[in-house]
């Protein structure tokens, strides 16, 4: 299923060496600072991987640039372009005690590295993350930052607004040992979305527990119009069929919200047709939570960034529902041609 587990890794391990892992793909504009931010973390014995997938801009050569003057930055190409893979690569060429996965298009406060092998040297866990707070650049990226961070918006995804350390089921960007990542194999290479929540899922099936660190703030640059977030929203919901695919008991009442609402639109949009006031009055109580949610939300946010959070929570919430919907109706079609495919 996988890559992670070639070679002979437990010969490679170097003392107590953190092996930072960073996926990326054209990510020129983001990569450099990204990696600045792990250079100057106040925890020095670092293996520094980027991997990047097969890019069609400068990011591989940044990266060169940087490895020039810092021996600890390493660059590996993923020609798939798919991140389960270039993650897995990366464990394949890991020398670190511990793994700690760092976003492209994110940066970490100094002491983030040591806050994670702080609580990973107990041996208790079998992963740990924080929170990942958006950040907006634009007047809709402003919107749909504080969309991201709001219950409403995201429901029970701790990760996103939890203030308190506490075990959890799914930790974004995790940090890991080593020892834990190979021996489940690494990350699910047929997933290209989700696929860490999966690997989260097997790490608590296999008798580890997660743990959650609000003060590991990881600010990660959201996406900065609704359309953008519209199509990314869509690819979780699809994904997250996917997953349940592997493991339906992951499936929670929550993670139907979303396609109980687009369902419940798309029969509004029936009745509306004969019965306009009556197909109105069905959509009416969300169309209301989206306006009360939305006028408490955009409260810190400037004018021009206020009228985009009521689209952006509709965008998360409707694209959800709707990608959901469609990998049901990829799996009952693969269930049809008698293949299993999960790409």
């Not at 997938?53 to 660059?75: C, F, H, M, Q, W």
């Not at 995790?174 to 999966?198: C, H, K, M, T």
């Not at 499936?251 to 509306?272: D, E, K, N, Q, S």
């Amino acid at each position: 299923m996988t890559s992670a587990g070639n070679g002979n890794p437990g010969e490679e391990i170097e003392g107590n060496l953190v092996t930072v892992v960073i996926p990326a793909r054209n990510e020129e504009r983001a990569i450099r600072d990204c990696v600045a931010s792990i250079q100057a973390q106040t925890y020095r014995e670092l293996q520094i991987i980027v991997v990047d997938g097969d890019s069609d801009d400068d990011t591989a050569e940044i990266v060169k640039d940087i490895a020039n003057s810092d021996p600890r930055v390493e660059l590996i190409i993923n020609p798939q372009r798919v991140i389960p893979v270039s993650l897995n690569m990366a464990v394949a060429a890991a020398r670190g005690r511990w793994l700690v996965r760092v976003d492209a298009h994110a940066t970490v406060p100094p002491d983030y590295v040591a806050r994670a092998v702080e609580h990973l040297a107990t041996g208790r866990w079998g992963g740990v993350g924080g929170r990942k707070d958006g950040v907006g650049r634009t007047p809709a990226g402003r919107a749909i930052a504080v969309a991201m961070a709001s219950r409403f918006g995201v429901g029970g995804s701790t990760y996103h607004h939890g203030t308190t350390v506490r075990t959890v089921d799914h930790v974004p960007f995790g940090a890991y040992p080593l020892s834990v990542i190979r021996e489940l194999g690494g990350w699910d290479e047929r997933l290209r979305v989700n696929q860490d929540f999966e690997f989260d899922r097997r790490v608590r099936e296999a008798g580890y527990e997660l743990l959650f660190d609000p003060a590991l703030r990881i600010d990660w640059e959201c996406r900065q119009s609704v359309p953008d977030l519209f199509r990314q929203y869509q690819r979780y919901g699809r994904g997250k069929v996917r997953v349940a695919r592997l493991h339906p008991r992951s499936l929670r009442i929550r993670h139907l919200t979303a396609p109980a609402l687009v369902a419940g639109m798309a029969g509004a949009g029936v009745v509306a047709l004969r019965r306009p006031r009556r197909g109105l009055a069905l959509v009416a109580p969300y169309l209301g939570g989206i306006a009360v949610a939305s006028a408490i939300t955009a409260r810190p946010l400037d004018r021009e960034a206020r009228p985009w959070v009521a689209p952006a929570f509709a965008a998360m919430h409707v694209s959800w529902g709707i990608g959901f919907w469609k990998g049901v109706g990829e799996m009952l079609a693969a269930v049809v041609r008698g293949r299993d495919d999960l790409r």
